[in-house]
């Protein structure tokens, strides 16, 4: 059976690269002076086309350190979790093994002077080395455990890291947790949801946390039939434990500890169509009694762009799915996705939901310093990366009301793009847009620099291999 998630675009590496002196294009702004950093699935081992998911291949972080308008270098590592470390002959991290015994695969940020590669679902976080090498599973100096989440928000007052995790083990909990400056968390809250959903992400803003609890819930008689080794009987209890990383599965034979093959992984998340859609508007010092949920058209929603407050509302942008892993267990494929913009009124208890933008879209961004609070414009690049067409990174301008585009030519498949402003009191639209772009005719991807405000190109970094089709990634300043 052919796995589109295995070939083409997102085909995975086979290797480790360290590149310096690369090909520039342009000239690279002088006040870049950082890392570009995107994260991904990139899939190590044995392989099982029809079982295997585009979220749950192996993590490998991909970077390019710009300074003094030059590319110094270009290094991809897998994170080292328990199934990379195995297949690459190395010791096994300690620590949490969680639910697929992969390194974080989804984001990767720059906190408290530390690189985080993140992932969601009960799984452990990985520390890395400014060169990208993996330090070990992370717990936040012991003071989060159960997972954290792929879509921490960066509070632009205070600097602090806002998140809600969710995991199969936590049945109708979710976790809304704030880590300060310092790395640390400060601060949890446990909230009861309708079920066990899949919660990739949240909203934020200066006065609420927004939850978006959906139809997409865990499926058990999938997960059950996942990682257990033949022969192998559990009680319902342990095998949920085991499945979740709460519990290691031992072998009946030979009694070791068994880490899952990446042939034996399955999505354990499905469409629900008995789960109801809502959302969830607590305050931000508030507790799991002080929320109140609203709701929605049923729907799943990955990615917000951005929220803030207007009086009595709460404006949400979100990129809206109508229905997700109901037929496809093999990538997100269950309808087109588009940009709608949700008002929650406060006052009348409801949701008003219109579309901004019906064309097909993903991985959304807004200027940092605007996280929570009202933004004018947001980026996001058409369809998805890999998938084949003319892909265009898409301009919105909130107030005016339109959208603009840029083409990278045919050929082209293009993931998320990162605002970096010009300087830290630029103004909302005065720096540059980021991100890789690949090039199918010649399978090699670049670094492409754009000026935010004219969308026209600056600068492109060249890598004389392709970039397989990836999530989310950060610029981090050196100075953070």
């Known amino acids: ?205 200066e006065r609420y946390v927004v939850l978006y609890d959906l139809p997409v819930t865990f499926d058990a008689p999938i997960a059950a039939a996942m990682t257990v080794p033949r022969g192998l009987r559990l009680s319902a209890r342990l095998m949920l434990s085991a499945l979740i990383g709460r519990v290691p599965i031992p072998d009946p034979i030979t009694a070791r500890i068994h880490v899952p093959k990446a042939s034996e992984r399955r999505f354990p998340y499905s469409w629900n169509p008995k789960y109801p859609a809502r959302v969830g508007v607590m305050p931000r010092e508030g507790a799991d009694a002080d929320v109140r949920w609203f709701d929605v058209e049923p729907c799943y929603v990955f990615h917000p762009m951005n929220a803030f407050d207007e009086g009595d509302t709460i404006v949400l942008d979100v990129v809206r799915y109508p229905k997700m892993f109901e037929r496809d267990h093999t990538g997100p494929n269950d309808g087109p996705p588009t940009l709608d913009r949700w008002t929650v009124d406060l006052a009348d208890g409801k949701i008003r939901e219109s579309r901004f933008d019906d064309r097909a879209q993903e991985f959304p961004r807004v200027d940092e310093r605007l996280v929570g609070k009202r933004h004018r414009y947001g980026y996001a690049p058409t369809a998805l990366e890999g998938i084949e067409g003319d892909d265009s990174l898409l301009k919105h301008d909130f107030v005016r009301g ?24 630029a103004a909302e639209d005065d720096g540059v847009l980021m991100g890789f772009v690949y090039d199918r005719p010649t399978d090699r991807s670049e670094l492409a620099i754009i000026d935010a405000q004219t969308l026209h190109d600056i600068a492109s970094i060249k890598l004389p291999h392709r970039v397989p089709a990836g999530f989310h990634g950060n610029w981090v300043p050196s100075t953070d």
């Open 402 to 425: 339109r959208t603009e585009s840029c083409s990278f030519g045919p050929g082209k498949a293009l993931g998320e793009f990162v605002f970096h402003p010009s300087s830290p009191d």
């Open 1 to 205: 059976m052919a796995n589109r998630y295995l070939q083409g675009p997102f085909a995975p590496l086979q290797e480790e690269y360290t590149l310096t002196g690369l090909e520039v294009a342009g000239a690279i702004p002088d006040y870049l002076d950082g890392r570009y950093l995107r994260n991904g699935p990139n899939p190590i081992g044995e392989i099982d086309p029809e079982r295997s998911h585009w979220f749950i291949g192996d993590g490998m972080v991909h970077g390019i350190r710009i300074r003094d308008g030059k590319a110094e270098w270009y290094r991809n590592r897998w994170v080292r979790g328990p199934n990379a470390a195995k297949e690459l002959g190395e010791p096994p991290p300690a620590g949490h093994v969680g639910l697929y015994g992969l390194g974080s695969n989804t984001n990767v940020i720059g906190h408290a002077g530390r690189t985080f590669a993140l992932v969601e679902g009960g799984d452990p976080q990985y520390e890395l080395t400014d060169e990208l090498d993996t330090v070990g599973v992370c717990d936040f100096d012991g003071t989060l455990t159960g997972g954290y989440t792929a879509h921490p928000k960066r509070d632009p007052e205070t600097g602090e890291l806002h998140a809600v995790s969710y995991s199969a083990f936590r049945g109708n909990k979710v976790q809304y947790s704030v880590i300060g400056v310092d790395g640390r968390v400060r601060r949890t809250v446990d909230i009861t949801v309708a079920g066990s959903p899949m919660m990739h992400d949240f909203s934020l803003t």
